[in-house]
Structure formats: C-alpha cells, structure tokens
C-alpha cells in the first residue's frame, strides 16, 4: 500500500527519508485519544494540531512566506499515509487546511494573507464553510442570504444550513447576496466572518450517526468590515469553485489513504477469522473494493499533481468526488456485513474492526454522496463539462 515514489531517483529518496522521519515522530510521540462524544472532540484535536504545526507537520506544500513547509505535494501525501497508518486523527482544522485555505491564499490580498493563514495553519482559527441554505443546495446560486453595503461594513441577514464543525469554528467563508436575486451567480460575495461577532446563532443538528456535526447558523444584522470581502463583491462566483473544486478533490486525497487503512484492517479481520473456504459473497466484494481502491489511488496520484499546478476547479474534480463518494459507500457497506458475518463484538483499533466506529462510518458514509455536491450534480458536470455532452434542460 505506497504510493508510487517520484521517477527521479534524487527526488524519491528525499520523499522515502520524509516518510520514515514522519513515522519516527509518531512512534515517538504519545497519540491522542478522540472521545468517541462528539463534542468533547474539538478540545483534544485543537491541541494535536498545535503539536503537529510545532512539530512541522503542518501545511507541509503551503509556501514558506505564509508559515507553511514550502515542500511539494509528494511529502504531504507521503505524511498523510503515515499518520493514517498511525491510526493517528487529523488536525482539527482540515476545513481550513484543505477547503477554505487555498481560496484565500489563491484570492486573497498580502493583509488577508498576513491574518488569516498563519493562524489558520497554526490550528489558531478554525473554519467552517457558510455555503448552503435551506432553499440552496445543488442550486447554490439562489441562495438569498442578505450582505448590505453600509459605510465601510457589510450587514449580513440571513439563514445557512449544514455548516460543518460550526459549533467549534473561529472564522466562516459565507457566501452572501449583495447583488439582486436575479443576479444570481453574478450576485454572490465571499466574505470572511468572524463567528464571535455579534448576531450569529449557531443551532447544532444531530447527524444519522448520532454526531452533531453540522449546523443551522442564523445572521442577525451581522456586520463585518469590507475589508474582509475576499475577492470583489459581487466576484464571489469564481473564489465559490475554487473552494468546492478543493473540497471535491483535495479532500478526496485525504480520505482514499484513510480508507486503504481500513481496508487493510478489513483484510486483517477476514484473515484472522476465516477458517476453510471464505464466504464466497464477502471474498467477491473485498475483491471488488480492492480493484476500486487501486484506480482511486491511480486517480489521485493525478488529483495531487493538478492539485499542486493549481489547476482548480476543473470538470476533474466532480470524478474524484464521485469516486470517493462509491468508495467509501462500499467500504462502509462491506465493513457492516463483515461485523455481521463474523458475529464481532467491539474491538478496539488498531490491529482490527472496531464494530462501533463501522457503524458510525456506515452511516456517516451515507453522506459522502451528498456533502460537496450530491453525485446527480457530479454526473451532469461530468457529462456537460467533461464529456461535452448537450445541457439539459
Ligand atoms: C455531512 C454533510 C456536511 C455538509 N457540510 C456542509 C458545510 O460545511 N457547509 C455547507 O455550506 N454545506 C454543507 N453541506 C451541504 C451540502 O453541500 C448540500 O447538502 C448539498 O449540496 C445538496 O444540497 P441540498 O441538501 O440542499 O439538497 P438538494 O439540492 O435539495 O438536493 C436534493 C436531491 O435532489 C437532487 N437534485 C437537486 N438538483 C438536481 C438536478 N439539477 N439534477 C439532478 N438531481 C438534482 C440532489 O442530487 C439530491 O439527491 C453538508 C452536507 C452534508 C450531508
């Protein structure tokens, strides 16, 4: 389960030693221990990610000049591999690292730089991404959230839904309406809250799995200074894909490691319970999800090179969301029916199935089809923007 290393020889020793200097802190470093209560969660995470910024491992390919390591994206993947295979947890702001981050070093002006990622690679300021709403989802550009123009702030009304790690963020990208509803994508600004400011409720939302991850966040006249407008007001559109571009991919190279981890222990688990001739229904779908997994990594090796030459958003994007979306779906499924083929009681990871953890990620698994863009809207752009296909109506 490697990645392939870079083909010149130079290049691919320096990633080999990065990997095992990487493994050599986590054997040496006393792991955290996530609460399995969601919101004891955030505390214990916060501080993982302060000890990984400190210890380097944070922010591995963003350039030297905002905090980050200035390395490429063969070490943060090589780092990313390892801390999976350290059944050690991600740090705490993965929305800001990997979804909010890159649009604002993309977009933003050398203040907004100088603010925002030091901080937010620190693990200082969380974020939390204020896109959807109740009537705008898959059709985000109807969303109706108010951004008035008043002297030099913007008073924010409105009513965002499904915010991610809300209840635990310090900052919000929200996007608002600052031209009319006619507008539409033409309308849209992308803007910086902070979420300690006045007006803001946060209401959390239990998730199937018993989590409560997301969020209703209602914007009373919140006001927010323009200077905190990311891009142009009215201009938000394009920063829009750039972020969902990121979440569609970048995120999908995340969780294609963490799940080839799972699937190992999987394999560990079927190993060390089958006596004679395997179930024949189990043997064939763990094959299948072996077949899956490897042209999920073939298609993120390219997923992190676009990455890394900054082409985003792009029609690419919607595949590596969908293929992650299936997955996950089958690795999820299949994991379920192992608890029940084997009649496994809870163990405790690593080394095993952890019967609790596969029924919360079954049923966390059940959103990857919908969360960054449900897999009907992933299908149309692949089929109009990819494909060249005629758009429907
Ligand atoms: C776990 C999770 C975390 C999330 N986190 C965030 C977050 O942090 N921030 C944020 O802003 N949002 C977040 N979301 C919201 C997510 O982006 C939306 O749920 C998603 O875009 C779908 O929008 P919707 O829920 O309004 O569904 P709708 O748009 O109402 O869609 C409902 C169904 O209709 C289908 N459909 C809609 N339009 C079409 C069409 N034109 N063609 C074919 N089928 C169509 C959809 O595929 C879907 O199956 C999260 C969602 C989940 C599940």
Redesign the pocket.
């Known amino acids: 389960m490697t990645d392939t290393l870079p083909a010149d020889p130079d290049t691919a020793a320096d990633i080999e030693a990065y990997r095992r200097a990487a493994r050599a802190w986590l054997d040496e470093t006393e792991l955290p221990v996530v609460p399995r209560e969601f919101e004891k969660r955030a505390a214990v995470l916060r501080d993982w990610h302060r000890r990984l910024y400190d210890a380097g491992w944070v922010g591995i390919q963003w350039p030297k000049s905002v905090g980050g390591q200035g390395l490429t994206v063969d070490h943060q993947l090589a780092f990313s591999l390892e801390l999976a295979h350290a059944r050690a947890p991600q740090p705490v702001g993965s929305i800001g690292l990997e979804v909010v981050g890159p649009t604002i070093l993309k977009y933003g002006t050398a203040q907004q730089h100088d603010r925002f990622i030091p901080r937010l690679l620190a693990g200082e300021d969380v974020w939390?991404?204020?896109?959807?709403e109740p009537d705008a989802?898959?059709?985000l550009a109807s969303l109706r959230t108010r951004g008035v123009i008043e002297g030099d702030e913007l008073v924010i009304t409105g009513h965002?839904v499904?915010?991610?790690w809300a209840t635990n963020a310090d900052w919000c990208a929200v996007l608002v309406r600052t031209g009319t509803l006619e507008s539409r994508h033409r309308g849209i600004s992308y803007v910086l809250v902070d979420m300690r400011s006045p007006g803001i409720t946060v209401n959390p939302i239990a998730?199937l799995n018993g989590d409560a991850?997301?969020n209703e966040l209602m914007f009373d006249g919140v006001r927010v200074p323009l200077e905190n407008v990311l891009g142009e007001i009215n201009g938000g559109w394009s920063l829009t894909m750039d972020t969902l571009g990121w979440e569609r991919a970048g995120y999908a190279i995340r969780r294609r490691v963490e799940n080839e981890i799972s699937f190992s222990d999987m394999l560990d688990t079927v190993r060390s319970n089958t006596t004679g001739e395997p179930d024949e229904r189990l043997a064939e779908r763990i094959g299948r999800l072996d077949l899956e997994l490897s042209a999920f990594r073939a298609l993120s090796s390219q997923t992190a090179r676009r990455l890394a030459s900054g082409d985003v958003p792009s029609p690419m994007d919607s595949v590596d969301k969908l293929v992650l979306g299936r997955t996950e779906q089958h690795l999820a499924g299949t994991a379920l029916d192992l608890l029940g083929a084997y009649r496994l009681a809870i163990s405790s990871r690593p080394g095993g199935l952890d019967a609790e953890g596969i029924s919360k990620d079954y049923l966390y698994g059940r959103?990857a089809s919908?969360?960054?863009?449900?897999?009907?809207?992933q299908k149309?752009l692949i089929a109009e923007r990819l494909l060249g296909l005629p758009k429907g109506r």
């Open positions: 939390c991404q204020g896109f959807s989802g898959s059709d965002k499904w915010t991610s998730m991850e997301f959103a919908v969360y960054g863009g449900s897999a009907q809207i149309t």
